[in-house]
């Protein structure tokens, strides 16, 4: 079983950058596909971003396209969210969780059955 922690939200202004971690703990952590999700109250879930076990492969909603990197260092058993060129519409809670099964790990029902973190709030705001 893996246990995600995900940290490193906060304040910053439009325009500025971010970067969250994910902390995957578990003997096999490196196995599993990890997806950030993001979710402002009375709103749904919105898959961000996701990366493949191997991090060979990435996926990303249009909305953060261009401006949003995900990344992985399985050494280290932590997955990276830089967000650049953030706008106050990405606030939000964000999530990472962690699945075994990758396929379409971007779509909201990908982190239904999915081992998150406690959520870390980004907040973009001037």
């Known amino acids: 079983q893996v246990q995600p922690l995900d940290f490193g939200g906060g304040l910053a202004q439009p325009g500025e950058s971010l970067r969250l971690s994910c902390v995957a703990s578990?003997?096999?952590?490196?196995?599993?596909?990890i997806g950030w999700f993001r979710q402002v109250p009375g709103k749904e879930r919105e898959g961000v971003a996701c990366?493949?076990?191997?991090?060979?492969?990435?996926a990303y909603a249009d909305s953060v396209k261009g401006r949003f990197l995900i990344s992985r260092d399985n050494a280290e058993n932590t997955v990276y969210l830089q967000m650049n060129s953030l706008k106050p519409e990405d606030t939000a809670v964000y999530y990472c969780?962690?699945?075994?099964?990758?396929?379409?790990?971007?779509?909201?029902?990908?982190?239904?059955?999915?081992?998150w973190g406690r959520g870390t709030q980004v907040t973009v705001s001037s």
């Open positions: 990366i493949s076990s191997g991090g060979d492969h990435a």
């Open positions: 969780a962690a699945k075994r099964d990758g396929e379409n790990c971007i779509a909201a029902s990908w982190f239904e059955h999915a081992y």
């Open positions: 578990g003997a096999t952590a490196a196995v599993y596909t």
